[in-house]
């Protein structure tokens, strides 16, 4: 489905990480929260859990050698679990400080609608495993997969500028998936990037699997796979933040068999999408405009 | 295997008429294999009168565990007297220092600058080695093998666990029973649960029916609440650690700096009241104190 990348690039994009920044309001929040030394562990494990780029890094870590640990770890409280709030809080603001993404790339991807995109998918991701496939997949896992899966859009526009505008460009002007004009320009799309890193961080593999499979209709489905994908059709279809993956009507022959045939049915058994654009809102720094 | 504890005292060293009888250093443990190979788990103030009693039987070899990189941990390293010997070699292990990015060698290095202390890491004697710890991966000293598990604390922190020759025993370094950073009914709260006893269950195999377990108990249950976060274990907790995993005998360490002789056992035999069927010996850890196992 994609060509492999040169090893000199794959070894340029998995340390792009450590040099990638947070997005604005969490690196906010965290600088205010830790002038507090009381507080709450609870509040901060909200807000990282909600940057994309925090909870890579935080998951990288503890899943990282030195802590063998027995089953990786797929959410920030867990992580809190096994090192403790203080560490969590340290690794935050050592990552806060390394800056914040600008709202604008070079690339003209807007980071914050990636957020607001990647926010409500994991939100939805997460209500959709809790109604249609609870004790199939985890909630947490589903949360964490929505929120992940277009990651490697972000370490495009940081590390491939050049080829993503492009792919950008044709997706829009050839109304082409944007993940088949990344494969054309970069030659690898953000679905394999986004798995290679999770790979390589050593992520729980059914976390790697649905990031690398979320666009590939030959890949075995699973509980959470359903999750993300009925969730990632539901906000590009409601145009919830935007990813540079502009919806097609003709995708809903792709939905997942497990909720039934209208789309329309699924979204009302959500429930208050509205609520959760607000909230994603709110934590994206969008306001109202979309 | 034989174990004796140099230090006790958690947070900071306490000399004086209040603590005399079970000591003001702060944590130091030593542990002689069946082969008399030297283990030291941690390195505080408790270290000096340890390596005094080395200096009759030089050339040593001493594999210093730290368990984590807080003061009280560390503080006696640089007085280590046998790191000046030529002929002796020092080995140090510990954790992988996430917020700096660095293995154990950085806890030196940090100690030894030019504002902080006289000599330089290059100018000491012996030979030093350093061996920066994976969680899990047992680490063979002579005929012992000590295993480093992942504990509770504001920074990361390595019990231990020593085998020899079929007698065990585990020191927890410092250590705070997980708890929920949620509240009842708040979103969360359900997996939080989930997340911290499978951890629990994962520690409590990890420390196993050991022939003696030493813990941090720096607080009362009644001090607890005010202390909830900071990283350490009562004497109830470490109690219902011994009986959970079935330890033979128990040591409550990392006394608090302000509580005196009288007062240590005091709440300790309080402690002992609450838990009248309680099946193995318990001990407060007292400098000096010997066990054989
Ligand atoms: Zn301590
Ligand atoms: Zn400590």
């Known amino acids: ?290 | 295997m034989k174990v004796r504890l140099w230090g006790v005292r958690g947070s900071i060293a306490v000399p004086g008429p209040r603590t005399v009888r079970y000591g003001g250093n702060t944590t130091c443990i030593e542990v002689r294999g069946d082969d008399d190979a030297l283990i030291v788990l941690d390195a505080g103030t408790g270290i000096f009168p340890l390596a005094q009693s080395l200096l009759a039987h030089l050339p040593v070899t001493a594999h210093i565990f730290i368990t984590h990189t807080h003061w009280d941990h560390i503080q006696g390293l640089p007085f280590f007297i046998p790191i000046f010997i030529p002929g002796n070699t020092i080995r140090l292990y510990g954790a992988f220092d996430l917020i700096a990015q660095r293995g154990i060698e950085h806890v030196m290095q940090v100690q030894l600058q030019f504002s902080y202390f006289p000599i330089r890491e290059a100018e000491l004697k012996a030979r030093i080695e350093y061996e920066t710890l994976s969680v899990g991966v047992p680490v063979t000293v002579g005929e012992a093998a000590v295993t480093p598990v992942l504990m509770n604390h504001p920074v990361p922190d390595l019990g231990y666990r020593i085998e020899c020759n079929g007698k065990s025993l585990f020191f927890t370094g410092d250590h705070e029973p997980h708890y929920n950073i949620y509240s009842p009914g708040e979103e969360g709260y359900d997996e939080y649960q989930a997340a911290i006893e499978q951890r629990q269950a994962e520690l409590d195999a990890a420390i196993g029916a050991v022939d003696l377990l030493i813990v941090d108990s720096a607080y009362t249950s009644e001090e607890y609440p005010h202390k909830r976060g900071w990283g350490h274990g009562t004497f109830d907790s470490a109690i219902e650690l011994a009986k959970r995993v079935g330890a033979k005998r128990l040591i409550c360490t990392h006394h608090e700096p302000t509580r005196s002789d009288d007062d240590l056992e005091r709440v300790f035999n309080e402690a002992l009241a609450r838990h009248p069927d309680f099946g193995c010996e318990i001990l407060l850890a007292q400098e000096g104190l010997e066990i054989t196992l």
């Open chain 1, 1 to 290: 489905m994609s060509s492999q990348l040169t090893p000199e690039l794959e070894r340029k994009l998995t340390t792009a990480v450590e040099r990638m920044p947070a997005f604005p309001k969490s690196v906010q929040a965290i600088l205010e929260m830790t002038r507090n030394v009381d507080c709450l562990p609870k509040d901060l494990v909200g807000v990282i859990e909600k940057d994309p780029v925090m909870t890579v890094k935080i998951l990288r870590v503890i899943n990282s050698a030195y802590y063998g640990l027995p089953n990786k770890i797929t959410s920030v409280a867990q992580s809190v679990v096994y090192l403790g709030i203080n560490t969590i809080k340290n690794l935050a603001l050592s990552f806060a400080a390394v800056g914040i993404l600008p709202r604008f790339s070079t690339t003209g991807f807007d980071i914050q609608k990636y957020l607001l995109h990647s926010l409500t998918v994991a939100f939805v991701a997460r209500l959709l495993c809790e109604k249609f496939a609870r004790g199939e997949a985890d909630p947490m896992d589903c949360y964490i997969a929505g929120l992940l899966h277009d990651f490697g859009k972000v370490v495009f526009t940081q590390f491939l500028s050049i080829e993503f505008m492009k792919s950008l460009a044709i997706a829009v002007d050839f109304d082409k998936p944007l993940h088949i004009a990344e494969q054309e320009t970069i030659g690898a799309d953000h679905a394999y990037v986004g798995a290679l890193l999770a790979k390589k961080w050593q992520f729980a593999e059914p976390l790697v699997e649905c990031i690398r499979d979320h666009h590939n209709p030959a890949a075995a489905p699973s509980a959470m796979m359903d999750c993300l994908r009925m969730a990632d059709m539901i906000c590009r279809r409601q145009a919830f933040g935007d990813a540079g993956n502009p919806w097609r009507e003709e995708e809903l022959s792709q939905m997942p068999a497990r909720f039934g045939g209208e789309i329309e049915s699924v979204i009302a058994k959500v429930g208050d999408l509205e609520k959760i654009l607000a909230d994603a809102q709110s934590f994206a720094q969008i306001g109202t405009e979309r």
